[in-house]
T-cell receptor, first 114, second 117 residues
Framework: DAKTTQPTSMDCAEGRAANLPCNHS???????VYWYRQIHSQGPQYIIH???NNETNEMASLIITEDRKSSTLILPHATLRDTAVYYC???????????????FGTGTRLQVTL | NAGVMQNPRHLVRRRGQEARLRCSPM?????VYWYRQLPEEGLKFMVY????????ESGMPKERFSAEFPKEGPSILRIQQVVRGDSAAYFC???????????????FGQGTRLTVV
C-alpha cells in the first residue's frame, strides 16, 4: 500500500471547519483513500473513503485532487468531541471476495479548542 | 446490528501465563483483522483471517502468538507465555465479504487491554 504523509498535529477552534491534509503522491490507480480516527485509545472509527470523486457523509467530506496525489478531510463544524488522532490510509481494493489490510501511519493529532 | 465485540475489555496476566483474546465480528462479516497498539504508539497490523483461513500473518511475531477464526464462534488471538512487552491494547476489526464492489470499510472493536505483571 502507498505511503501517506500527514502533519503531526493541528488545532482548530470549536465550530470552525477542520481541514486535515494528506499527501499520497505514490498512490496507484486501484488504491482508495480511507480516513479513520481514534479518540483517546478507543477503537479506530471509520470516517469516509473515496477513489477519485469527492465524497460526503454525515461525518465529513473528502476532497481528492484531480491527480489523486493528495486529499483533504473536512469536518465542517468541529466540536470538542472531534479531538482525536486522524489517520489517512491508502488501500488496494483487490476485487471480489477479498479485502486488504489497513496500514496505519502516525496520523494527525487534532485538538479542538474552545 | 451489534458492532464488533471484543472480550475481555481488560485482561491481567502474570508473566508466563497464556492470554486469550476474543473477537466477534459484525453480523455477516467474514473478514477479521487483529492490530496491536503499544502505549503511546500507533496501530500495528498483526494478522488477517477469513473463516477458517489465515490470509496474511506478516505482522505476527514468529513465536508465542497465534490466531484462528473457526467456522463457528469468535476469532481468537492467543499469546502463550506472556512477557511484559506484550502489554498493549489489541484491537480487532471486521469487514464484509463484498462480491460486487472491491472497496470495503473495516469496523473496529473497543479493544482488549492486556497488562502483564
Amino acid at each position: 500500500d502507498a505511503k501517506t504523509t500527514q502533519p503531526t498535529s493541528m488545532d482548530c477552534a470549536e465550530g470552525r471547519a477542520a481541514n486535515l491534509p494528506c499527501n499520497h503522491s505514490t498512490i496507484s490507480g486501484n488504491e482508495y483513500v480511507y480516513w479513520y480516527r481514534q479518540i483517546h485509545s478507543q477503537g479506530p472509527q471509520y470516517i469516509i473513503h473515496g477513489l477519485k470523486n469527492n465524497e460526503t457523509n454525515e461525518m465529513a467530506s473528502l476532497i481528492i485532487t484531480e491527480d489523486r496525489k493528495s486529499s483533504t478531510l473536512i469536518l465542517p463544524h468541529a466540536t470538542l468531541r472531534d479531538t482525536a488522532v486522524y489517520y489517512c490510509i491508502v488501500r488496494v481494493a483487490q476485487g471480489a471476495g477479498t479485502a486488504s489490510k489497513l496500514t496505519f501511519g502516525t496520523g494527525t493529532r487534532l485538538q479542538v479548542t474552545l | 446490528n451489534a458492532g464488533v465485540m471484543q472480550n475481555p475489555r481488560h485482561l491481567v496476566r502474570r508473566r508466563g501465563q497464556e492470554a486469550r483474546l476474543r473477537c466477534s465480528p459484525m453480523k455477516g462479516h467474514s473478514h477479521v483483522y487483529w492490530y496491536r497498539q503499544l502505549p503511546e504508539e500507533g496501530l500495528k497490523f498483526m494478522v488477517y483471517l477469513q473463516k477458517e483461513n489465515i490470509i496474511d500473518e506478516s505482522g505476527m511475531p514468529k513465536e508465542r502468538f497465534s490466531a484462528e477464526f473457526p467456522k463457528e464462534g469468535p476469532s481468537i488471538l492467543r499469546i502463550q507465555q506472556v512477557v511484559r512487552g506484550d502489554s498493549a491494547a489489541y484491537f480487532c476489526a471486521s469487514s464484509p465479504h463484498n462480491i460486487i464492489r472491491g472497496d470495503t470499510e473495516a469496523f473496529f472493536g473497543q479493544g482488549t487491554r492486556l497488562t502483564v505483571v
